[in-house]
């Protein structure tokens, strides 16, 4: 995780001091679409409770006025194998080889360098999620078991950084990032490497409707949306 970090403020520094050189052509005014697919990967102790399952995110790439720095909402979906380190009163039975899931709401900040049709950039920022967790409740003289999904929301923290290629009317793309829950699961500190690879695609015409729509004055591409 320490590795992770520092490679990534050290990537940060070498994209704002190549940022400062060039236009970017690419993303001026515009808004996309990030649709990724792929996995959560627990690091350390985490991988004690959780397992990687395949995932997804949704993110807006949101260029500001000076397009080398954006604003990046994103949801993640993480699903994952899960295993119950402690026994609670209210449930006689742990689990193992359960499923968990993990949705993540996160509003991050980046910067960003294009080389021609490749984009690479960095982002980081705090989310807010919900987190599901298995739980066993058995009625032995039925000889039943419900299983039970025990809720519960968490802070979080996310940075990551990523690359894409813009082909004809679309890009490609891959992200790593890093998602750190500020509350334990079983007690133990949750830290998770999220792997995606997905489609990056142009929404600024429908940007545009959605602002006229709701009155804003103005426009993400500079535009009076018909």
Do not use: C
Not at 77 to 97: A, H, P, W
Not at 98 to 120: D, F, P, V
Not at 141 to 167: N, R
């Amino acid at each position: 995780m320490r590795k992770f970090i520092l490679f990534f403020f050290l990537l940060s520094m070498s994209l704002g001091a190549y940022a400062q050189q060039g236009t970017d052509t690419l993303h001026y005014r515009k808004a996309y679409l990030f649709s990724g697919t792929g996995m959560g990967f627990p690091l350390g102790k985490t991988a004690d409770v959780l397992r990687p399952k395949f995932s997804g995110s949704l993110g807006l790439d949101i260029s500001l006025k000076d397009s080398k720095f954006y604003v990046y909402p994103s949801l993640y979906t993480l699903s994952f194998g899960y295993n119950q380190l402690k026994k609670e009163s209210e449930y006689n039975y742990t689990i193992e080889n359960g499923t968990a899931s993990m949705y993540n709401l996160n509003l991050a900040g980046g910067i960003r360098k294009q080389w021609e049709r490749l984009n690479t950039y960095v982002y980081i920022g705090p989310g807010v999620g919900l987190l599901n967790e298995p739980r066993a409740k058995v009625d032995p003289i039925k000889s039943h078991v419900l299983i039970e999904d025990q809720k519960s929301i968490f802070l979080s923290g996310k940075m990551g950084f990523g690359a894409d290629y813009k082909f004809k009317g679309f890009y490609v793309g891959l992200e790593l990032g890093l998602l750190h829950n500020f509350k334990s699961i079983q007690d133990t500190p949750v830290n998770i490497m999220t792997v995606m690879l997905g489609l990056k695609t142009d929404i600024t015409k429908i940007s545009d409707k959605v602002v006229s729509v709701l009155g804003v004055e103005g426009s993400i591409s500079g535009h009076t949306a018909k």
